[in-house]
T-cell receptor
Framework: AQTVTQSQPEMSVQEAETVTLSCTYDTSESNYYLFWYKQPPSRQMILVIRQEAYKQQNATENRFSVNFQKAAKSFSLKISDSQLGDTAMYFCAFFYSGTYKYIFGTGTRLKVLA | GAGVSQSPRYKVAKRGQDVALRCDPISGHVSLFWYQQALGQGPEFLTYFQNEAQLDKSGLPSDRFFAERPEGSVSTLKIQRTQQEDSAVYLC????????????FGSGTRLTVV
């Protein structure tokens, strides 16, 4: 069975600084996708970034980038130049090609401090 | 509509009461999903529709949970004889086709059973 682990329940970072959120997963599948979602107090899950497992190049979206280590089954999210609006819960999620169910981690609560 | 709309935003039910939660997906989106998010946890899959067909209901926790999407657009998640363990945020998500690029989530309904 696939599992996703986020070992940091809470983190904080000063505005304009960089923070890295950790995620590890376990799967025997070879073709899969990884995502980071942001959930602000409004509760809507907002897609931050996605990564295809077959791609070696790490995904980047503006201030957000990932460090994808397939052999280590690690998928961390780096947020550069943190902004107050980045304050939210962040969920790592996995699914493998051929299915449609996300498997989410338990989340990391990130607080950006002014 | 421009996004996935869910109503009500909050629902308080007395134990034993029946509730109905509504999801209005993005117009034209074929796939619709329901997830349950307990406090402090990541969302967990409940059920999946492709148009009006419910293709997977394996995540529904008991036969008190029932979902429908009769015309392939709006969906309703019904919970009969609510119990305290049903307290959670219920998230709806939709997808145009395929799943690889992530879903669009609504803001959820927070159900509290007292």
């Amino acid at each position: 069975a696939q599992t996703v682990t986020q070992s940091q329940p809470e983190m904080s970072v000063q505005e304009a600084e960089t923070v890295t959120l950790s995620c590890t997963y376990d799967t025997s599948e070879s073709n899969y996708y990884l995502f980071w979602y942001k959930q602000p107090p409004s509760r809507q899950m907002i897609l931050v970034i996605r990564q295809e497992a077959y791609k070696q190049q790490n995904a980047t979206e503006n201030r957000f980038s990932v460090n994808f280590q397939k052999a280590a089954k690690s998928f961390s999210l780096k947020i550069s130049d943190s902004q107050l609006g980045d304050t939210a819960m962040y969920f790592c999620a996995f699914f493998y090609s051929g299915t449609y169910k996300y498997i989410f981690g338990t989340g990391t609560r990130l607080k950006v401090l002014a | 509509g421009a996004g996935v709309s869910q109503s009500p935003r909050y629902k308080v039910a007395k134990r034993g009461q029946d509730v109905a939660l509504r999801c209005d997906p993005i117009s034209g989106h074929v796939s619709l999903f329901w997830y349950q998010q307990a406090l402090g946890q990541g969302p967990e899959f409940l059920t999946y529709f492709q148009n009006e067909a419910q293709l997977d209901k394996s995540g529904l926790p008991s036969d008190r949970f029932f979902a429908e999407r009769p015309e392939g657009s709006v969906s309703t998640l019904k919970i009969q004889r609510t119990q305290q363990e049903d307290s959670a945020v219920y998230l709806c998500a939709s997808s145009l086709e395929g799943f690889d690029y992530g879903y669009t989530f609504g803001s959820g309904t927070r159900l509290t059973v007292v």
